[in-house]
């Protein structure tokens, strides 16, 4: 199983959000500077399957507890945005 699906089934017994934007997205298609003009500079990257993600991770307390989300941006050559999907409790999530 691949670490995105995997990451995926652990936040959803979790009781997490898993979201995919749809590509109509305004981001679609830019460069990855886009992305870091609205949401700063992002929190890690990771190449996986040859694909490369740029991270982006936010908390939020909720019911006395951190939760957490993270935005992930796939990025084609030339850093432009395909894909980008957001995983995580859904508190946090309304901070993207």
Request: proline residues 2%.
């Amino acid at each position: 199983m691949s670490r995105i699906a995997t990451l995926g089934a652990l936040l959803a017994l979790a009781g997490c959000v898993s979201h995919e934007f749809p590509d109509s997205s305004k981001l679609y298609g830019q460069n990855l500077d886009a992305a870091r003009a609205i949401y700063g500079e992002w929190t890690t990257n990771v190449t996986l399957d040859g694909k490369r993600f740029y991270i982006w991770r936010r908390g939020a307390t909720y019911e006395g507890q951190q939760v957490y989300c993270e935005l992930w941006v796939e990025v084609a050559p030339r850093n432009i945005i395909g894909r980008r999907f957001v995983q995580g409790h859904a508190e946090a999530c309304k901070l993207f």
